[in-house]
């Protein structure tokens, strides 16, 4: 074979080599982009579901807690009537009405969220079978709520007025209220206002344990799927572990922001019983117990003298001893003697 034919099929073999490796780089590089984006958009999508999901676990907890341990939940006693909310101004909703108003808020953000994951679900890539789990646990919780009277089109139309168009966000809580005080707008939250205030007077205790059951559920889903820790512990962690000087109940201290308001309305219902039936979280010590270690105590004048044991050393701390000396008699004169088989002085 001469050099030329050598040459060509040099060339013809680095071509192929070098196409093929392009065209492997090229597809593996579109695999990863097409990846990142599919893990960017389902975390955009669950990971907002996920958080919405423990915050009104928590808070129809606080509700289904104070019932079952008073028979109602005083704060949400607020209103008869949804129509009673026309009128009510900034200092009404930021105030008294604050544990009912705060709860239909957060109960229409878990309506946005929901009604934003079914719509785009096609679009969302899941591992295994759980493109076909979620769809279905989030069916559950609708079917939970419609049992409650709260029906399936009235929480996407109750979810869509959550969200603020064009940005496509979630309306903060005093944007959600001007809606609340407009009874045009108002009207369509007020299922999920009747059904709140039914629950504080200690009605309707089966459909809220439906609806923390279904709301369990879906959040022990959403935990598994991101891979993330128990977000409904800790939730529910981040309301009664509080720093040394505040209480449960008080709304002070970590977790004192979105459901802290229901603690500081209540007084209750934030402690370590907050959650009913299966949804029920674990109750934990507020105060944990310290390890022993050196007593803590700053001045050496206060502490404790530790009993002499067996293998103690001498006594750090001298102690006075008795008077060896003999014990003096009876006063002359004084009569019989004072002690028992001792008479008179016999004088001398």
Excluded at 149 to 154: F, L
Aim: proline letters at 12%.
């Amino acid at each position: 074979m001469d050099a030329l034919s050598v040459t060509l099929i040099s060339a013809v073999t680095s071509g192929a080599i070098s196409l093929t490796l392009a065209w492997v780089s090229g597809r593996q590089q579109r695999r990863d982009s097409e990846r990142v984006q599919r893990e960017t958009r389902t975390m955009a999508y669950l990971n907002p579901l996920r958080w919405h999901t423990a915050e009104v676990h928590h808070r129809l907890s606080l509700y289904a807690t104070s019932v079952e341990r008073d028979g109602c939940y005083p704060p949400a006693q607020v209103l008869a009537d949804p129509r009673e909310m026309e009128g009510k101004g900034a200092g009404w909703f930021a105030g008294k009405g604050v544990a009912l108003g705060s709860s239909v808020w957060m109960t229409a953000c878990l309506f946005a969220q929901m009604t934003r994951t079914r719509h785009d679900l096609p679009f969302l890539r899941l591992a295994g079978n759980d493109d076909t789990r979620l769809p279905g646990l989030l069916q559950k919780v609708h079917a939970a709520f419609a049992a409650c009277e709260i029906y399936y089109a009235t929480q996407s139309s109750i979810g869509t007025d959550a969200l603020l168009e064009p940005e496509g966000r979630l309306r903060s809580y005093r944007e959600f209220c001007d809606l609340l005080a407009e009874p045009d707008r108002r009207v369509w939250a007020d299922p999920v206002t009747w059904f709140l205030i039914a629950v504080a007077h200690g009605e309707r205790r089966p459909a809220l344990q439906r609806v923390l059951d279904a709301l369990s559920e879906l959040s022990a889903f959403l935990d598994d799927s991101l891979a993330g820790g128990a977000s409904l512990r800790a939730r529910h962690g981040a309301e009664i572990h509080r720093p040394r000087g505040g209480s449960p109940g008080t709304g002070t201290g970590p977790g004192a922001g979105a459901g802290g308001d229901l603690g500081a309305a209540a007084g209750a219902g934030s402690g370590p019983d907050a959650g009913v039936g299966r949804g029920r979280v674990p109750s934990l010590s507020p105060h944990p117990i310290p390890a022993p270690g050196p007593d803590p105590s700053p001045d050496p004048v206060l502490r404790p003298i530790p009993a002499p044991g067996p293998n103690s050393g001498p006594d750090p701390v001298p102690r006075p001893n008795p008077d060896p000396g003999p014990r003096p008699g009876p006063e002359p004169g004084a009569g019989p003697g004072l002690d028992a088989g001792q008479g008179p002085d016999p004088g001398p």
